[in-house]
């Protein structure tokens, strides 16, 4: 398995999946209306995705693309499976709970947020993601070079458009939906 970064979290990681979340929450202390929702559906949609990801790559069954449900290996972005589906519904709905219980936001417009910004990061994990292929090993991964240290070659998507960049649009869709709802409900 080759889900992409290895080793301790850098700071664009960091950025990409509490940035949005942090900024939200400044907007929500400095001007209240729809900015608490979305702070909870950015924080919301990281949690859905983690919950997604580490659970759905637990499970036996072979993930598939969820542009073309064609199998991919397990890890590659994009992939998605019944359970690491079940799973992110659940991280949404754990962070759109601690949110209504602690009046921060509704619980309907976070557990939403989160979980189109969890779908959001999977459509473009299999679509703009960049997708490399190391020769050495035969196989698909995420990173250049590949953890064996060999050079990969470019299969799909923008090359400059990596896990970070989708990390942080899948917050940036959690933060706006959520927020858009409650600001029309």
Avoid at 153 to 177: I, M, P, S, Y
Wanted: hydrophobic share 55%; with cysteine.
């Amino acid at each position: 398995m080759d889900i992409g970064k290895h080793g301790a979290r850098d700071a664009w990681q960091v950025f990409a999946n509490g940035g949005v979340a942090a900024v939200c929450a400044i907007l929500a202390w400095r001007l209240g209306g729809a900015w608490p929702a979305a702070f909870a559906g950015a924080f919301a949609a990281a949690s859905a995705d983690t919950w997604g990801t580490e659970i759905g790559t637990l499970v036996r069954q072979a993930p598939r693309s969820i542009l073309t449900f064609k199998p991919l290996a397990t890890g590659l972005s994009g992939g998605v499976t019944i359970v690491g589906t079940l799973a992110e519904i659940a991280g949404a709905a754990v962070v759109a709970l601690v949110a209504a219980l602690f009046g921060i936001a509704a619980f309907v417009p976070v557990a939403i947020g989160g979980f189109a910004g969890a779908m959001s990061d999977s459509i473009l994990g299999a679509s703009l993601q960049s997708l490399r292929y190391c020769a050495a090993c035969k196989r698909d991964c995420e990173t250049d070079p590949h953890e064996c240290g060999t050079a990969t070659v470019a299969r799909r998507g923008l090359a400059w458009f990596g896990n970070d960049l989708v990390n942080l649009a899948a917050t940036l869709t959690g933060a706006l939906v959520a927020g858009a709802i409650a600001l029309y409900r």
